[in-house]
């Protein structure tokens, strides 16, 4: 089977072409469950060419036949503040599409869709969609567009006009595809595409995205972008020998200077402790998920949380 490139550096250097929009439309169709038409890629902020920009998120913004918004994001790098980001991103197309003098009713449909590689919030699902709808306090009734309202906004439902946000774990997925959409998301994470697949832009992936039709500098580029992924996760190993190096070190002078073997045991146990804490601290300052440093240190979850709240304490 040919290997293919990551999804998110062909988003970068394929995807852009307008030739190969079908593959980029496939994937939306699945997802949004209704046929997507891209009209055109939006200039943008976060449409940067260079892969070191904003911590390699990878950032495109498409406007779809209906005129709506939409932002497709790949995250590598671990971020506790991601949910935030996302925000910005909706917000800024929001203001960036605006024009002095724009009525409020032609402010555009937002559709943010993130694919990330790490463990952002805690859930078992793969897929998850978050709108925005007004409940009741008192009678807990979901508030509905008033015939007015439809007719201006041409949405039934309030929850049409606000943002939309769709979170891809992708590392969450078991890798048994039940529906198109799966078929996809196995795409994301294996990199690879079964014969069987039917996913609507999956075949036409298949054939752009192999990486020998790459050119030679193409390849190359690819290459060093992988080395680039695997240099990230080198250096939170080392971050943590480093530091538990360190932490065994200064337990050992500690031991020393009280002169006493169970002094120097009771130091190095604590030079030890102390050397996981600031592991612990340096990968959370660099974003990493509990997870990650869990599968690093050894420790539960639970105590990282605890190690968490220790260290903001302090």
Do not use: C
């Amino acid at each position: 089977m040919a290997k293919l490139i990551r999804f998110d550096w062909a988003m970068k250097k394929l995807l852009r072409n307008k030739a190969n929009f079908d593959i980029l439309e496939g994937f939306l169709s699945e997802l949004l469950k209704e046929d997507i038409k891209i009209q055109k890629i939006l200039d943008s902020e976060s449409n940067r060419e260079n892969e070191l920009d904003k911590s390699n998120r990878v950032d495109l913004l498409v406007e779809n036949s209906k005129g709506e918004l939409v932002i497709i994001e790949v995250q590598n790098d671990r971020e506790y503040d991601y949910m935030q980001r996302i925000l910005y991103g909706t917000s800024k197309a929001i203001t960036e599409n605006m024009y002095k003098g724009m009525a409020y009713g032609e402010i555009k449909k937002i559709i943010s869709v993130s694919i990330v590689y790490f463990d952002l919030g805690q859930g078992n699902d793969y897929v998850y969609r978050g709108t925005t709808n007004f409940v009741g306090i008192h009678f807990n009734d979901v508030l509905q567009l008033s015939q007015t309202q439809v007719a201006l906004y041409g949405q039934k439902e309030v929850y049409q006009i606000f943002p939309e946000y769709y979170l891809i774990k992708v590392n969450n997925f078991d890798e048994v595809a039940k529906d198109t959409l799966d078929e996809w998301i196995y795409f994301f994470k294996t990199e690879e595409i079964k014969p069987n697949f039917r996913a609507k832009g999956l075949q036409k992936a298949k054939q752009e995205l192999d990486i020998m039709k790459l050119p030679e500098n193409e390849q190359k580029a690819y290459n060093r972008y992988l080395e680039d992924l695997s240099y990230q996760a080198s250096m939170f190993q080392s971050t943590f020998v480093v530091g538990l190096m360190e932490g065994r070190k200064d337990g050992l002078e500690e031991g020393r200077r009280l002169g006493i073997e169970e002094g120097r045991q009771e130091g190095i146990k604590e030079g030890i402790k102390e050397g996981i804490e600031l592991v612990v601290l340096n990968s959370l300052k660099a974003g990493f998920d509990e997870q990650a440093i869990a599968q690093i240190t050894g420790l539960s979850i639970e105590e990282i949380k605890e190690l968490k709240i220790k260290l903001q304490s302090k």
